[in-house]
């Protein structure tokens, strides 16, 4: 396809663990998609155990059955594997989580909004192929596919130019309306990264420089029509995005192609 176009959903079921991909998503009220972030790990000071505070995250593989009712969890580099139930075992599922961090986990769901990291743009995170594809350029040791893992967009737009997403912001009370298939969502400006991008997805190792050379890079290349408004720094890609009431239930398809209808104010 060459018109911009919805390439890839990706749903993440356990804030911080491995990606689901879709067919297709339903927006909940939160404007969140349906299952993404709908558990998350909490230790017990009631922070979230996530990359951002425990590389020792990266080394845990999640997968799920049909239903996400079934979690098997594998320790990466290791034979180490278990499934639990999650209604009926979740006891023992905090148990090994502890055990495996070293500290009290608990296992935490919420069903309604989930556990965005921007609770002011809970929808969907957006980047296009093009756009992971050219950062993958800035480093030569890393594929489009390791980007992808690191960055852990939920939406991904195929048949555009590298960073077109950048147009679907505008200055700060302001947001880009686009459509993708039946649903409206309001872009409000570029996700600002923190240290997982640095960190190999699978073994959580850092790559040196990382931040300093996505940064320089980002300045070089980004388009001279963006609004720099949010560009106190350049450590920023993909796109957050807020979603109105109107859209509760409906649903992004994969191949929903993908229009910019314009700019509207988010005071409201």
């Known amino acids: 396809m060459t018109f911009p176009h919805l390439a890839n959903i990706f749903i993440y079921p356990i804030k911080s663990l491995d990606r689901i991909a879709a067919p297709q998503a339903t927006i909940l009220e939160s404007g969140a998609l ?3 972030r709908e558990w998350a790990l909490i230790d017990h000071k009631g922070l979230f155990v996530n990359g951002k505070r425990n590389p020792k995250i990266h080394l845990l593989r999640s997968s799920f059955n049909t239903d996400l009712g079934t979690l098997c969890l594998k320790v990466q580099g290791t034979e180490q594997k278990v499934t639990f139930q999650i209604e ?6 905090e148990s090994w989580l502890s055990d495996y961090f070293d500290f009290p986990v608990k296992f935490l769901q919420n069903t309604i909004t989930g556990f965005p ?5 809970s929808g969907p995170t957006v980047i296009s192929t093009a756009t992971l594809e050219a950062v993958a350029s800035w480093f030569p040791e890393l594929s489009a596919e390791e980007i992808r893992l690191r960055l852990r967009a939920n939406l991904e737009i195929g048949g555009v130019e590298a960073f077109w997403e950048d147009q679907l912001f505008a200055q700060a009370g302001d ?8 649903v409206i969502l309001e872009g409000i400006y ?3 990264r923190c240290v997982v991008p640095t ?8 790559y040196p420089n990382f931040q300093k050379i996505f940064s320089a890079k980002r300045q070089e290349t980004l388009p001279s029509w963006v609004n720099r ?10 796109v957050n995005t807020k979603v109105s009431p109107s859209e509760v239930g409906k649903i992004l398809r994969k191949g929903d192609e993908i229009k910019i209808l314009g700019m509207t104010s988010t005071r409201r």
């Open 34 to 36: 349906e299952h993404d």
């Open 88 to 93: 009926q075992e979740q006891t023992a599922l």
């Open 117 to 121: 990291d921007d609770t002011k743009a």
């Open 175 to 182: 947001c880009i309306q686009f459509q993708v298939g039946e």
């Open 190 to 192: 570029p996700c600002q």
């Open 199 to 206: 960190r190999d997805s699978l073994t959580g190792i850092t």
């Open 229 to 238: 408004e949010y560009f106190n720094h350049f450590y920023r890609l993909s």
